[in-house]
């Protein structure tokens, strides 16, 4: 009897682990779906569907370091002077602390500028935050990657 | 004998800036929480400037990721040999706020830096912008995630 018990309990907990795995794996999974249609919008300056992915309070930093709030940033993506042509993250990982989850990558740029095609690789960290069951980013940031 | 002592102060004060960021529930709030977490990048200034390490291993969570002016991804260890190396070449570190925000038990600092110092015998000034993330583990405030981002 006391083994039968102990091997529910010690099922019980795995169930318990394994179902937490997999709610942080849906999470993780939730976010990395907001950051390509975060990248498929702005590949497509479509300001519109950027919108609802960030925070009324978003604080954004550029790769050239210029500081923009929401508003600006908007603007950015709607009247950008380049012509995207594709735009993905690599090597991401996602870090949950709490109800705040932190995006680490590269961000890949590929386009047309001036008349020139050009590549950028950004490091970037995008931080979201759990809003009544709705991630939200609240601050991004870039850097441009030297080497 | 001064550089000892230097760090024993620097030590103290990250002490203290750790007891204060010990968060009571009376307090947890965001205006307190976010006089911690630049009480804490107070003292991660100066103890860059001095090179303390010990000092800064306080301040930053095991897991800590630093990213570099150059886009460079360095983990906290490599941070830490970082300052080491660097500590006698820097002369100033200087930062400005301009923004903090708290989220719960996640806060983050925006600001400002200009560092001045002599690398290979030149002198350099570098300017950019940053962003720290803190979390609120165990009571105390740590920082988990930086960023430096210089300005073009």
Redesign the interface.
Known sequence: MRVALHGFLLLAVLAGNAQTGALWEAQQNRILALERAWNQAVQQKDAKAVEPLLDE?L?Y?????T?MNKAHYLTSVRESAQHFQHIVNESTQV?F????A?V?GIYREQGVKNGKPYIL???F?D?W?DQNNAWMC??S??????? | MRPTICALVIMCLVMVFLLAARTSAQDNNAGAAGSKVLALESAWNMAEEKADVRALDLIFDGSMIYIDEDGSLLTKAQFLSRVKLAGPQLQSLVTQTIAVRVYGEAAMVVGSYQAKGVERGKAYLRQGRFMDTWILKEGAWVCVVAQSTPLH
Request: aromatic share 4%; no cysteine.
């Open positions: 309070e604080i930093i550029d790769d050239d370091g500081i870090r602390f709490g109800k705040s932190v680490i690789r950004d490091r960290v931080t935050i609240v601050a940031q870039s850097t441009l990657i030297a080497h």
